[in-house]
């Protein structure tokens, strides 16, 4: 197994899915040779959250391999060095059926006999999808492990970029570090507004965004009825513009029509979450989709992006192209 090729598939795959992660930062010859994540020659370590054994020298929550022996990729979850977040962890253990390997120490074992980087990824990628999930909902009652900031995440794969650059690896627009947002631009300010033009401005504009709103609500049902065929999906049932369920999960359609993306998900995202939280107790598996008429432009993404690293529940971004609408 040729771990430098592994540990980069394994940082390539996880640059592609725009989660959050934590690559090893610190100053190291393994770095500088483009061993992206903790470990030695035994074994991988990587993590999604802020948090580090300093006595074990891993990760609070790793993720990990073994190359020896039997190959075996487990979770760990370690406080050799800290009483109160031991106690913590292993309360956190017994929500995703960790055992326990010392008292300061919890395993939970995915795989055996992995001798590919692909094998792994696969692995992880049900880490993703499953645990991960569960244990993000619990880690602000932590006390030393935190979820990566967006700043952080970014001044590490700047970091990485350097050194890949270095060594003469290719720097995609997918391993490219998040650019900072743009300065805000206001604009002045008034002293007073004409309120009897403005009524009137915002009757006639009501009556066209909800013809709007109605035509876009009908052509997103019949298009999700005709790929979905087997899903169960509600109209305007508690206010919701559509309610799909599909495999388990919950989508939450609100549909807006407006000519800015942006002015979609402002609106939009306020209302899905006053929804999931009078109808959902659990949003593990709730999504939110804002659909909007236009494509996302750069500026709409940055405030998506924004808007997904802020709450801890899916959300995504729709375009219902119009037919014979013109907004």
Same mark, same amino acid.
Request: hydrophobic residues 35%.
């Given at each position: 197994?040729?771990?430098?090729?592994?540990?980069?598939?394994?940082?390539?795959?996880?640059?592609?899915?725009?989660?959050?992660?934590?690559?090893?930062?610190?100053?190291?010859?393994?770095?500088?040779?483009?061993?992206?994540?903790?470990?030695?020659?035994?074994?991988?370590?990587?993590?999604?959250?802020?948090?580090?054994?300093?006595?074990?020298?891993?990760?609070?929550?790793?993720?990990?391999?073994?190359?020896?022996?039997?190959?075996?990729?487990?979770?760990?979850?370690?406080?050799?060095?800290?009483?109160?977040?031991?106690?913590?962890?292993?309360?956190?253990?017994?929500? =995703?059926?960790?055992?326990?390997?010392?008292?300061?120490?919890?395993?939970?074992?995915?795989?055996?006999?992995?001798?590919?980087?692909?094998?792994?990824?696969?692995?992880? &990628?049900?880490?993703?999808? !499953?645990?991960?999930?569960?244990?993000?909902?619990?880690?602000?009652?932590?006390?030393?492990?935190?979820?990566?900031?967006? #700043?952080?995440?970014?001044?590490?794969?700047?970091?990485?970029?350097?050194?890949?650059?270095?060594?003469?690896?290719?720097?995609?627009? !997918? !391993?490219?570090?998040?650019?900072?947002?743009?300065?805000?631009?206001?604009?002045?300010?008034?002293?007073?507004?004409?309120?009897?033009?403005?009524?009137?401005?915002?009757?006639?504009?009501?009556?066209?965004?909800?013809? =709007?709103?109605?035509?876009?609500?009908?052509?997103?049902?019949?298009?999700?009825?005709?790929?979905?065929?087997?899903?169960?999906?509600?109209?305007?049932?508690?206010?919701? &513009?559509?309610?799909?369920?599909?495999?388990?999960?919950?989508?939450?359609?609100?549909? #807006?029509?407006?000519?800015?993306?942006?002015?979609?998900?402002?609106?939009?995202?306020?209302?899905?979450?006053?929804?999931?939280?009078?109808?959902?107790? &659990?949003?593990?598996?709730?999504?939110?989709?804002?659909?909007?008429?236009?494509?996302?432009?750069?500026? &709409?993404?940055?405030?998506?992006?924004?808007?997904?690293?802020?709450?801890?529940?899916? !959300?995504?971004?729709?375009?219902?192209?119009?037919?014979?609408?013109?907004?």
């Amino acid at each position: 197994m040729n771990l430098l090729e592994f540990h980069n598939d394994v940082y390539e795959h996880l640059i592609s899915t725009e989660i959050r992660f934590k690559p090893r930062v610190m100053t190291s010859d393994r770095l500088n040779k483009g061993y992206w994540f903790i470990g030695d020659e035994s074994y991988l370590n990587l993590s999604f959250w802020d948090g580090y054994d300093q006595l074990r020298k891993i990760h609070r929550l790793g993720f990990a391999i073994d190359f020896h022996g039997k190959k075996e990729v487990y979770l760990n979850l370690s406080a050799k060095d800290n009483e109160q977040e031991a106690k913590y962890l292993k309360i956190l253990a017994e929500k =995703i059926n960790a055992k326990p390997i010392y008292p300061d120490l919890h395993r939970k074992f995915y795989g055996a006999n992995v001798n590919t980087s692909k094998a792994f990824i696969n692995l992880l &990628d049900e880490f993703i999808e !499953t645990d991960k999930r569960k244990l993000d909902k619990y880690i602000s009652n932590s006390p030393t492990i935190s979820h990566i900031t967006q #700043k952080r995440f970014n001044r590490n794969i700047e970091r990485i970029n350097s050194i890949r650059s270095h060594l003469g690896m290719n720097i995609t627009a !997918t !391993t490219r570090f998040i650019e900072v947002r743009k300065k805000f631009i206001g604009r002045g300010g008034v002293r007073s507004k004409n309120i009897q033009e403005y009524i009137r401005e915002q009757i006639a504009k009501k009556i066209t965004v909800k013809s =709007i709103h109605n035509q876009l609500q009908n052509e997103l049902f019949k298009k999700l009825n005709n790929e979905y065929s087997n899903d169960k999906l509600i109209m305007e049932e508690n206010w919701i &513009d559509i309610l799909q369920v599909s495999e388990g999960k919950n989508y939450l359609y609100e549909i #807006k029509p407006y000519e800015s993306p942006t002015k979609c998900i402002r609106e939009g995202i306020g209302q899905l979450l006053h929804y999931c939280s009078q109808q959902f107790e &659990d949003t593990e598996n709730v999504i939110l989709v804002i659909a909007g008429p236009n494509r996302l432009r750069n500026d &709409d993404i940055d405030y998506l992006k924004f808007i997904q690293a802020t709450i801890n529940i899916e !959300t995504k971004y729709l375009q219902i192209i119009p037919k014979k609408a013109e907004i």
